[in-house]
């Protein structure tokens, strides 16, 4: 403590050296202790096991988990999982699933958002019913959603039986070409609230003024979302295209509850592959493995996830 | 004249023709929307006869609150169980609730106001949390809850579900308190409070709403959570709703009505929350998130 | 009340000095008003001495103490925001009550004194009120009970009236002007407008790019800006700068515009000149001083008229000269048109004479 006091005694700064830094740090002591809890859950909660993983994805351990028996096998995880073909098919999967759920679910929350933001006889009521499907479980979505897809007694079979469309009810989950188009039909159905939400928040932050400017301009409905209010959505709507990337990304709950990642890994994803491969087959060494390699692709993500979110670190207020 | 009334009225029509493909496309995302909703409400008042049927019934003949009763009795085994899975959602979450802002909002505070060494760094790596799936640290967490000795407790679940709100509501707050004007604090100051005083009586009252915004948050994805509760629970008196739910149906397999009524109940709590508070959401929505 | 010293007081972020070597005396009772455009360093100023940043190096003195180290709450101050800082939750009367209420005054007492505040300030009747259920005004006042209710030692004022509008803010100029001679009490004035400081100001500190201008009364800085800057800040129209040519014409000094034409000098202004270091000299007229002809007489050099403004009282007039604008009212009757020749003849004894390379006064001895 006196050390460092001391030194910012010193006559001259050198600029932002080492003692600058430490005594900018003893400076600003008491505000660490507003973040200082919110880090130390962090801490726990993610850094212990960042390293952990990657520690025991060069080991092999027996089903048990019991640790002192682990046996050292380098990159042998890494290789097993490179050239299995399992790998590859999940990871198909997975892009497909990521890729297309995050992409309609954009696509239908901006539209929805776009035709609920002019104001109609019951606009209010429409908007809450459309956003309950963002907010009940993913657990009970799953279940509601199997329950309509059911083989014999599903409603969606049983419309299309009764309009002729197919003779008999269609397979929806459980034939491998159907199964992974129907769970991202639930996903969506889950997710494009999310982005409805936002977009139409951003909304709300198109200034009436401009829009006003455009029109006296002589701008069309359509050039008037085109050159004002698009323009206006670009930052909510990259963060919430990334949110949902990653969400989907991480999915787990819908392919796992609705088929358990078949027929014939038809729905894995990754994520319920690592789990599979952690709980299910006790294969510990391989799951985390599996985990690092999914660490590092979200690292890259989570690089401009970082930077779209926090757009706003450039303008610093003195404070 | 007959010129000038055509000039007119062919941009009309254009809007008009907008505002149609809108009435339409919300039409069908309704449907979209509601279809699965209505048909689990309709299949929750049927019994399990005639919820199996083909044709099916597409209105209940014999409209029965079966289903219902039998989770809500706790003298039946079914309505013990679903009664108690409920009791343990409603403590974690609101636990998580509760912890979650009492951490998040000096925090998002301090992100907000101070320009502490690492500020950006911290906040960075905050946030980034929100990058990772449960899985990633589903094992290492479930040795380190098993090495504290908090497997098959409320405690774990509680732990981990403060730090997947933590990053969505610091982020979120922090917006709020860029917004709130700075000089109401040096007022507060200069008026003879303290630093932390002025946050408490000045700063906190006026945050409110993006408290609520929070927690509702946290309390909605506590309530949800299925990956750790399954993993970490596994004593029957302790599982929360989703796993509850799950257990119950890979032991009736058939009972759909039963299923789908509790789907329907384990949804009550929370939609009813947000749609009550979703306006403090939008609203934090908008100041923090979207507002630059 | 009490004195306030601010001497030898610095604020920088790494290399930028937001406040540089700032000395000045507040005394007892007096009204200062810290002037200048924006980004000059006099809020940075202000905030330093109600301790809402920390000063990088020097020394505060509020009466007989150094409150370098306190924080604002011990030292006795109030402070008026330009945005009033209103605490929005509070009602009229908790916003009065609330700086008591932190010095744990008896509820009695605070009772008392908010009641006598709101009395003085004619606001009794909006106490259980909203700040936003306020007129712009209202809340400004509020702002000043709030400030008042303490009874402290300084106020200090941070462009307490600029957002309000034109006529509200004369008559709010007029009310703290009273306010002040009423209670003689010691208050530092933020502005950027040069009018709100020269009419209510005992003194004025002229701030810019961090430095301390000039010190001094109003009228002693209008009289003799110290260098350009004050010169150009104070008074409005702002005073015309011409950039001519010193030299010596058959003995005697004048000064040559870029048209080529010479104005001969005063032997006082003459004097002025030959103590300067440079033949690049700025010549500062005020608009009053110059004196417009139609026709050529002696000691008028010729310009182009290139607007005209009337007002009512009196018409302005701008016209170029030697490569600069130039602002001249005449009486209202005076008709001038655009593009018209016309001849400006200087008063000597209320000329100013500006270094062109220093841009500080050229002192006459």
Known sequence: MTSVTGQANAPRRPGPARAGTLRNVWQHRADYAYVLPAIVVMLIVIAYPIYYTVDLS????????QLRDKIFVGFDNYQAILTSEVFWRVTWNTLIWTFLSTVLSFALGFATALALHRDFIGRGILRAILIIPW????????????????????????????????????????????????????????????????????????????????????????????????????????????????????????????????????????????????FGRQRWGVASAYSVLLFLILMTIGYFYVRALSGDKKKDREA | MA?????????????????????????????????????????????????????????????????????????????????????????????????????????????????????????????????????????????????????????????????????????????????????????????????????????????????????????????????????FLNRNDQLTLPVGIQRFFSENTTDFPGLMAASFMMSVPVVVLFLVLQKYFVRALTEGAVKH | MARVVLDDLMKSYGNFHAVNHVSLTVEDGEFVALVGPSGCGKTTTLNLVAGLLPITSGDITIGDQVVNDLDPKDRDIAMVFQNYALY????????????????????????????????????????????????????????????????PAVFLMDEPLSNLDAKLRVQMRSELKRFHHDLQATIIYVTHDQLEA?????????????????????????????????????????????????????????????????????????????????????????????KLHKTAVSDAVPAKAYTVEPTGDVTFVQAFLSGAIVNISVPPNVDVAPDEQIWLEFDQERMHLFDGETEMAIKAD
Do not use: C
């Not at chain 3, 040519?245 to 006082?268: H, K, M, Q, R, Y």
């Open chain 1, 135 to 278: 907010v009940i479980s993913a657990v009970a979505a799953s279940y509601i959603w199997k329950w309509i897809y059911h083989s014999d007694f599903g409603v969606i079979g049983a419309i299309l039986v009764g309009l002729g469309i197919a003779d008999r009810p269609p397979n929806f989950i459980d034939s491998v070409g159907t199964v992974l188009p129907s769970l991202i039909v639930v996903n969506i159905w889950r997710e494009f609230p999310f982005a409805m939400i936002m977009i139409m928040a951003g909304l709300q932050t198109v200034p009436d003024q401009l829009l006003s400017a455009a029109k006296v301009d002589g701008a069309s409905a359509w050039q008037r979302f085109w050159h004002v209010t698009f323009p206006h959505l670009r930052n909510v709507s990259t963060v919430t295209v990334l949110l949902l990337a990653v969400a989907n990304f991480n999915s787990f709950i819908i392919p796992w509850i609705m088929t358990g990642g078949g027929p014939s890994n038809a729905s894995h994803i990754w994520i319920t592959h690592i789990y599979e491969l952690a």
């Open chain 1, 58 to 65: 060069f080991y092999t351990t027996p089903p048990s988990l």
């Open chain 3, 198 to 290: 020269v009419t209510m100001a005992d003194k004025m500190a002229v701030m810019n790019g961090g430095n301390l201008q000039q010190y001094d009364s109003p009228a002693q800085v209008f009289a003799h800006p110290a260098n350009m800057f004050v010169a150009s800040f104070i008074g409005s129209p702002a005073m015309s700068l011409i950039p001519l040519e010193a030299s010596t014409v058959d003995g005697n000094i004048v000064l040559t515009g870029a048209e080529g034409w010479s104005l001969p000098l005063s032997s006082f202004n003459s004097r002025k000149i030959q103590n300067a270091k440079t033949r690049k000299v700025v010549l500062g007229a005020r608009h009053s001083t110059i």
């Open chain 3, 88 to 151: 929005p939750q509070k009602s009229v009367y908790k916003n009065l009550a609330f700086p008591l209420q932190m010095r744990k005054l008896p509820r009695d007492e605070i009772d008392r004194k908010v009641k006598e505040a709101a009395r003085v300030l004619d606001m009794t009747h909006l106490l259980e009120r909203k700040p936003r259920e306020l007129s712009g005004g209202q809340q400004q006042r509020v702002a000043l009970g709030r400030a008042l209710v303490r009874d």
């Open chain 2, 3 to 231: 010129e000038t009334s055509t000039a007119r009225a062919r941009p009309r029509k254009r809007v008009d023709r907008w505002r149609w493909a809108g009435r339409i496309f919300l039409g069908l995302m309704l449907l979209y929307t509601a279809v699965p909703m209505v048909w689990m409400l309709l299949t929750s008042i049927k019994s399990g006869f005639a919820a199996m049927q083909l044709p099916p019934q597409w209105w209940p003949a014999e409209p029965t609150l079966a289903s219902y009763q039998k989770l809500l009795d706790p003298q039946n085994s079914v309505g013990a169980d679903f009664l108690h899975f409920f009791w343990n959602s409603l403590i974690v979450s609101t636990l998580t609730t509760i912890l979650g802002v009492i951490v998040a909002v000096p925090a998002a505070y301090a992100f907000s106001r101070f320009r502490f060494p690492g500020r950006n760094f911290l906040f960075f790596a905050v946030l980034l949390r929100n990058m990772f799936p449960a899985v990633i640290f589903l094992v290492p967490l479930f040795i380190l809850m098993r090495w504290l000795g908090l497997v098959n407790s409320h405690g774990s679940l509680v732990v981990t579900y403060l730090t997947f709100g933590l990053p969505l509501s610091i982020w979120l707050l922090k917006g709020f308190y860029d917004n709130i004007p700075i000089q109401l604090e040096q007022a507060a100051r200069i008026d003879g409070a303290t630093r932390f005083q002025a946050f408490l009586k000045i700063v906190m009252p006026l945050s409110v709403p993006g408290i609520i915004a929070t927690a509702i948050y946290s309390f909605i994805g506590a309530w949800n959570e299925y990956i750790y509760a399954y993993t």
